[in-house]
């Protein structure tokens, strides 16, 4: 009995695999004068999906308008689907469904909007985005810094940090959260937090694109400090230097926290005060990292 039913189940699992079929959406470009071009992906309850075999179409009404398939680009490491639709006319509204070929079904998405004679929306680096959910519209670079950045100001979507005096601007790592779902770029390399090398020579755009495709980009401008002494002086004073036990900091402006790491970078002491004892620290180089209510320093300090 075991046996039969077990046979069953694996004939009627090779029949559903052999006879479900995709649908058979197609349109004929000679019966159109127009057309207009989607460059997207497809993302199906918050998951993009990744198989050739998916299909988007666009309709209006019942009437097929176009059909699209994945094409991997190897330039942007994702599969792209290249839509062209058509019609005789502006204006008219398009509606869109999925088929996934994995669960072999056919899903309405949400996406609806007018045709535009030549109109071309999203391209292989910010593609459209058809969806059968509501997306995250969250594109935002919540924090950022470069370890052992001296100062750092924002205005707008604009990030301008200074750093030592003998920093190498070519190779640096910076550190930072962006918004849940979201994807940072830039130019078309995926950033990582503490892992992406960048050159900041020249001021260098992030691109932070949010589940739905929308897109945020900020800006970032690194530049070092010409007179390590004159610049402390200004801001904040930290003495002594070398150090043997209490550490005290100044500063023109409120001090919010003050981390203390080692030479890896590492945080191994945190304050809220303007006096921190480091007497159980052993010899060797530390660096203070100072927050006011405006700005982040950091100061190199020797541990005697």
């Known amino acids: 009995m075991k046996k039969n039913i077990l046979f069953l189940s694996m004939y009627l699992l090779v029949f559903v695999n052999i006879f479900a079929q995709t649908p058979d959406w197609s349109v004929n470009p000679n019966n159109y004068s127009y057309s207009m071009t989607v460059t997207g992906v497809l993302n199906i309850d918050q ?5 050739e075999n998916d299909i988007v179409a666009a309709f209006v009404g019942d009437e097929c308008r176009a059909v699209a398939s994945p094409v991997f680009n190897s330039n942007v490491n994702r599969n792209i689907f290249y839509m062209m639709i058509y019609s005789n006319s502006t204006n008219e509204t398009l509606t869109f469904k999925a088929y996934n070929s994995v669960s072999d079904e056919v899903i309405d ?9 030549n109109a071309l929306i999203g391209n292989a680096e910010t593609p459209y985005v058809w969806t059968n959910v509501e997306l995250s519209n969250e594109a935002e670079l919540l924090n950022y ?6 100062s750092q100001t924002v ?3 604009n990030i301008n940090i200074t750093m030592p ?22 130019g078309l390399t995926p950033q990582i937090s503490g892992t992406s090398v960048n050159d900041f020579s020249n001021p260098i755009v992030y691109k932070v694109i949010a589940q739905n495709g929308d897109i945020k980009e900020w800006t970032v401008n690194v530049t070092k400090i010409t007179n390590n002494s004159e610049f402390e002086t200004e ?3 930290i003495y002594p230097n070398p150090i043997s036990d209490i550490l005290t900091i100044k500063s023109e402006n409120n001090i919010v926290k003050i ?5 890896s970078g590492n945080i191994i002491l945190q304050s809220y005060q303007n006096n921190i004892n480091l007497s159980n620290l052993n010899s060797g180089i530390y660096f203070v990292e100072i927050f006011t209510i405006d700005n982040v320093f950091i100061r190199k300090i020797i541990k005697k």
């Open 109 to 117: 998405l949400l996406n609806t909007f007018s045709f535009q004679i």
């Open 155 to 157: 205005i707008g979507q």
């Open 259 to 263: 981390n203390i790491l080692n030479s």
């Open 47 to 51: 998951i993009e999906l990744l198989q």
């Open 235 to 237: 801001f904040v004073t």
């Open 165 to 186: 005096i003998e920093t190498d601007l070519t190779n640096l790592i910076a550190e930072f959260s962006i918004s849940e779902f979201a994807n940072c770029f830039v």
């Open 145 to 150: 810094d470069i370890p052992l950045q001296v």
